[in-house]
């Protein structure tokens, strides 16, 4: 056996790794049964239960090896640092608050506050670039390739639409 110590998070990695290989399994199994080795599901049911056999091997493998040093601490300072963490705060707000707000202003909160966070800039520069970086996303998807963003509280419809014929209007 191998007696090198486990990492911080890798024995709840690999036990997430083997539930969603189960998980897998059963989507293949769903397909079309095992019914035949000609049928539907089961070349996705074949790569699906490798994947459970060997998650399985490495899931008791890790559990002969000698636990990681440092418990929770080491795992919040090597594997979620307080960076990643707020990160991932910001996108999972960003992702509440999109419908509700609409892609313009979530947009522009969530690059203005990641921006004044992972780069210590002034708020007013991080603001600036954030403006910035919506108008081009803004411009570049709705614009010219006509994709339907959340609209939220600001109307872009009526606005985009005043802007057209107001040009219109000047032929």
Known sequence: MDATPRKPGETGFNILLLLGSIFLF?????????????????IPMAASAIMVITTCIIVVKEFARPKAEGGAKAFFTQILPFTIAVMCGLIILFAVVLQQLGFVLTGLAFLWVSIWFLQKRSPLSAALIALLCVFVIYVLFRLIFQVILPEGIIPERDIIASVKNFFAGAK
């Open 26 to 42: 059963y989507q293949a199994y769903k397909i079309a049964g095992f019914s035949a080795l000609s049928s539907p599901g089961a």
